[in-house]
T-cell receptor, first 111, second 114 residues
Framework: GESVGLHLPTLSVQEGDNSIINCAYS??????FIWYKQESGKGPQFIID?????DKRQGQRVTVLLNKTVKHLSLQIAATQPGDSAVYFC??????????FGQGTILTVHP | NAGVTQTPKFQVLKTGQSMTLQCAQD?????MSWYRQDPGMGLRLIHY???????DQGEVPNGYNVSRSTTEDFPLRLLSAAPSQTSVYFC?????????????FGSGTRLTVV
């Protein structure tokens, strides 16, 4: 069935380093992908999105890369800060706008 | 503009009790949905609605009912609570246009069934 999964459940980095969080998806019909950040006790917060007709999209300190050939999505965070520590989810939007989430990666940033 | 409002924030139920989780949005979004999140897991879709009067099942619909009588409200009902329904529940609303799609999440309802 449809699924979105992550390669790494945890990621620890030093403050100032760049972070890369990876995600694999299985539904080739998905036309929209979103990265969310979730802090403890809160709902998911939108970070960045990308349409399936794009390979790369940049935001402030974040970049999302999409490789449709291997069904892979990544989130790059530049100059990672302690405030970036959270759980990061990739999600895909499939038919009728349904949002399907991956398992999540815990990012820990050490000062 | 409050966004998506969920009530209550916390709830403890006994097995077999019923209750309704409330969700309201003031953004005039057509699409609304309910998710549950278990520890260490992503969010799983319970039910969704593409507009007033229209609802459909998601990945994990069993044990839950929904209705959508207005654009603003999308309540989630547990008819007979079970310990397996202990989870954090998130409501979301969304819109889409030719340029983007946007989902807004509520702050969640933490439900414990004992």
């Amino acid at each position: 069935g449809e699924s979105v999964g992550l390669h790494l459940p945890t990621l620890s980095v030093q403050e100032g380093d760049n972070s890369i969080i990876n995600c694999a998806y299985s539904n080739s019909a998905s036309d929209y992908f979103i990265w969310y950040k979730q802090e403890s006790g809160k709902g998911p917060q939108f970070i960045i999105d990308i349409r399936s007709n794009m390979d790369k999209r940049q935001g402030q300190r974040v970049t999302v890369l999409l490789n449709k050939t291997v069904k892979h999505l990544s989130l790059q965070i530049a100059a990672t800060q302690p405030g970036d520590s959270a759980v990061y989810f990739c999600a895909e939007i499939t038919s009728y706008g349904k949002l399907t989430f991956g398992q999540g990666t815990i990012l820990t940033v050490h000062p | 503009n409050a966004g998506v409002t969920q009530t209550p924030k916390f709830q403890v139920l006994k097995t077999g009790q019923s209750m309704t989780l409330q969700c309201a949005q003031d953004m005039n979004h057509e699409y609304m949905s309910w998710y549950r999140q278990d520890p260490g897991m992503g969010l799983r879709l319970i039910h969704y609605s593409v507009g007033a009067g229209i609802t459909d099942q998601g990945e994990v619909p069993n044990g839950y009912n929904v209705s959508r009588s207005t654009t603003e409200d999308f309540p989630l009902r547990l008819l007979s609570a079970a310990p397996s329904q202990t989870s954090v529940y998130f409501c979301a609303s969304s819109f889409s246009n030719r340029h983007t799609r946007s989902y807004t999440f509520g702050s969640g309802t933490r439900l414990t069934v004992v």
